[in-house]
């Protein structure tokens, strides 16, 4: 099974995207998922995940401006980023983690640049 993370693209600071992430499959037995980013020449960070029985977490930095969400048919998640900063840029992965093993999306590039 193989990810893509999606909708990414350049917008102006204040603005918004949604970010979503398809699978080529089904995947079973999830217990996480969630999206990380990569500025250049910075490591991968978490921005937010949902794991299954805890509270969804959030980066500090994004606190109160992105949401994720799941889709409860594709079972995969969404990120609606808004109040969008220029330190938001960077390529956007979504992972998800199932009892067998973990899988990572093919990144969608954010650029936050007026």
């Known amino acids: 099974v193989q990810l893509q993370a999606s909708g990414g693209g350049l917008v102006q600071p204040g603005g918004s995207l949604r970010l979503s992430c398809a699978a080529s499959g089904i995947l079973f037995g999830i217990n996480r998922m969630g999206w990380y980013r990569q500025a250049p020449g910075k490591q991968r960070e978490l921005v937010a995940v949902i794991t299954n029985g805890r509270p969804t977490n959030y980066a500090d930095s994004v606190k109160g401006r992105f949401t994720i969400s799941r889709d409860n048919v594709k079972n995969m998640p969404y990120l609606q980023m808004n109040s969008l900063k220029p330190e938001d840029t960077a390529v956007y992965y979504c992972?998800?983690?199932?009892?067998?093993?973990?899988?990572w999306g093919q990144g969608t590039p954010v650029t936050v640049s007026s």
């Open positions: 992972k998800v983690e199932t009892r067998s093993g973990t899988y």
